[in-house]
T-cell receptor, first 112, second 113 residues
Framework: QKEVEQNSGPLSVPEGAIASLNCTYS??????FFWYRQYSGKSPELIMS????GDKEDGRFTAQLNKASQYVSLLIRDSQPSDSATYLC????????????FGQGTELSVKP | DAGVTQSPTHLIKTRGQHVTLRCSPI?????VSWYQQVLGQGPQFIFQ?????ERGRGNFPDRFSARQFPNYSSELNVNALLLGDSALYLC???WGGGEETQYFGPGTRLLVL
């Protein structure tokens, strides 16, 4: 079992639709979770962080966390072509030297 | 404020050579982490340093080493380069060595021929 698994892509949605990105993780010790966006050829850019069960909203982005199910998701409302990128889910394993464990990423394509 | 800076941006080496990559964290941040990202995969953790001490090490061979300087900048060294070391090397800066958010630099793209 991989430590972090994300829904396989590429995920294609029309402009204006909701994009749903999912992530499951194996380490129950994870306490904080991060979503990064990575454009092709660029470095990861922080989108959202979430630490408590429930929803956290920031503009068009909503992160959802369910620690009991070891599941975290990212919803992007009113998707724009500029949202086309790879989205990386990264739980933070504090007991392992504070490192981030990344999933393989989900490629999102928003079609005009 | 300046973000995380890395140098060089691109590098071409041949097998067996040695490489040194450099990173300067965001001002006020005391922790630097290094990640390797090969094409099509997520970043893989190599090292974390906090206050000049190694806080964590990923599953990488001893050819990989790093250090952090008194000004909190860091170097990643890779000896005896292999073709499989070709990757984007990312430096991430955070305030502390715990659960704080990590901010990534632009990366150094290494090609080993």
């Amino acid at each position: 079992q991989k430590e972090v698994e994300q829904n396989s892509g590429p995920l294609s949605v029309p402009e204006g639709a909701i994009a749903s990105l999912n992530c499951t993780y194996s380490d129950r010790g994870s306490q904080s979770f991060f979503w990064y966006r990575q454009y092709s050829g660029k470095s990861p850019e922080l989108i959202m962080s979430i630490y408590s069960n429930g929803d956290k909203e920031d503009g068009r982005f909503t992160a959802q966390l369910n620690k009991a199910s070891q599941y975290v998701s990212l919803l992007i409302r009113d998707s724009q072509p500029s949202d086309s990128a790879t989205y990386l889910c990264a739980p933070h394993h504090y007991n392992q030297g504070g490192k981030l464990i990344f999933g393989q990423g989900t490629e999102l394509s928003v079609k005009p | 404020d300046a973000g995380v800076t890395q140098s060089p941006t691109h590098l071409i080496k041949t097998r067996g050579q040695h490489v040194t990559l450099r990173c300067s964290p965001i001002s006020g941040h005391k922790s630097v982490s290094w990640y390797q990202q090969v094409l099509g995969q997520g970043p893989q953790f190599i090292f974390q340093y906090y206050e000049k001490e190694e806080r964590g090490r990923g599953n990488f061979p001893d050819r990989f080493s790093a250090r952090q300087f008194p000004n909190y900048s860091s170097e990643l060294n890779v000896n005896a380069l292999l073709l499989g070391d070709s990757a984007l090397y990312l430096c991430a800066s955070s305030w502390g060595g715990g659960e704080e958010t990590q901010y990534f630099g632009p990366g150094t793209r290494l090609l080993v021929l």
